[in-house]
């Protein structure tokens, strides 16, 4: 759903940007009560990994493919202050080094894609965790619920965009009920990689996941390498369950290295329809005074490396470098936001009661 320069006119786009500028200014200060030493260098990794992703554009009806956004997945992994900077650094990446989505198009692109997705998501799964019984199970169910709400959000945000500032005269109507119609499937697509990756990752760590802490579970014991019940814990009053041992290096190792499996060689078989929106656009003419885009003679442009005549070499090594770059960038800002410890010197004060 990269909006190009020239379908949104200039007001509206400045307008948007300076949305987008005062809620990246207020997540960055909320994103300080999210994250400390340990968490954030995986929300880096959360960046790099919805980068990976978003390469993986999956078919959804005849002629017209999908990919994720990304801001449900962020928001429940690590916060919904730092999930609107994940995906605003994606977009960032992505229009600078790689020619996807307008730079005058950035404001709207961060606020519907970043930002629409982010709160419209995650107000509905805390809304969804408080009535359902504290279980990972329900945790994975709301994510489900939650990814597939916020992608048709953010086509109806951009149907509202585009009524406002719209560079050509459509009827509004039909850009709504086609906008709207597509990302309803793109949205089943989006949920499941949500779920599935929400739920691999509070199996587990269901301690670094931002929408689970505070879960309850029965205290288990290791005892002859099996786990078992605590001697004395309760049926009726569970204890908060125990965070594990392993580093959570091996966890970034690993969501770091499927990033680039899939970026790097996944990404190959992507579909090569038009998105959702590019299909929408080419059918009922809202492409018509769209621009080039000014970085359209990058080395990276379309996910490609120039001068690289081989087509799965060269995309495949765009997608490492793009992993590369993002999981820096993204690590980059979230470090110098971080909570110090001597700002806090108990993380866990802030935490989120499921």
């Known amino acids: 759903m990269h909006v190009p320069d020239g379908f949104i006119n200039a007001p509206t786009s400045a307008v948007t940007g300076v949305v987008a500028a005062g809620a990246i200014a207020v997540s960055l200060r909320g994103a300080r009560r999210e994250l400390d030493e340990r968490t954030a260098p995986l929300a880096g990794l959360v960046a790099a990994f919805i980068f990976a ?13 999908g990919h994720l956004l990304g801001g449900a997945l962020a928001a429940i992994l690590v916060g919904p202050y730092t999930g609107v900077l994940c995906v605003s650094v994606v977009l960032l990446m992505q229009g600078i080094l790689f ?6 198009a950035l404001g709207v692109n961060i606020t519907d894609m970043a930002i629409v997705t982010t709160v419209v998501a995650y107000a509905l799964f805390r809304g969804l965790v408080k009535v359902l019984p504290r279980t990972r199970r329900s945790v994975t169910g709301a994510s489900f619920v939650a990814a597939l ?10 149907t509202l965009l585009y009524w406002i500032g719209g560079t050509t005269d459509v009827s509004i109507g039909k850009v709504a009920t086609a906008m709207i119609g597509v990302h309803v499937l793109i949205g089943i697509g989006e949920a499941a990689i949500t779920a599935l990756t929400v739920g691999a990752v509070i199996a587990v760590r269901p301690d670094l996941v931002y929408g689970a802490r505070g879960l309850q579970q029965r205290l288990k014991l290791r005892v002859n390498g099996e786990l078992v019940d605590a001697p004395g814990a309760s049926e009726t009053k569970p204890t908060p369950a125990p965070v594990a041992a392993r580093s959570h290096r091996k966890v970034w190792i690993t969501g770091l290295v499927a990033s680039l499996l899939l970026a790097g060689f996944v990404s190959f078989y992507a579909s090569a329809n038009p998105d959702g929106l590019e299909k929408v656009a080419s059918d009922k003419g809202i492409d018509e005074k769209a621009k080039e ?18 087509a799965r070499v060269s995309g495949g090594l765009a997608g ?11 690590s980059a800002v979230f470090w110098a936001v971080r909570r110090r410890r001597s700002d806090d010197a108990s993380p866990t004060n802030t935490e989120t009661t499921v």
């Open 53 to 65: 992703v978003q390469m993986l554009n999956f078919p959804v009806a005849a002629g017209t493919s």
């Open 99 to 104: 020619a996807d989505g307008g730079l005058t």
């Open 149 to 158: 709400v916020s992608v048709p959000a953010a086509a109806l945000a951009f």
């Open 293 to 310: 885009h000014a970085n359209a003679d990058s080395p990276l442009a379309d996910y490609g490396v120039k001068d690289i005549a081989n």
């Open 320 to 330: 490492v470098i793009g992993v590369g770059v993002t999981v820096v960038a993204g």
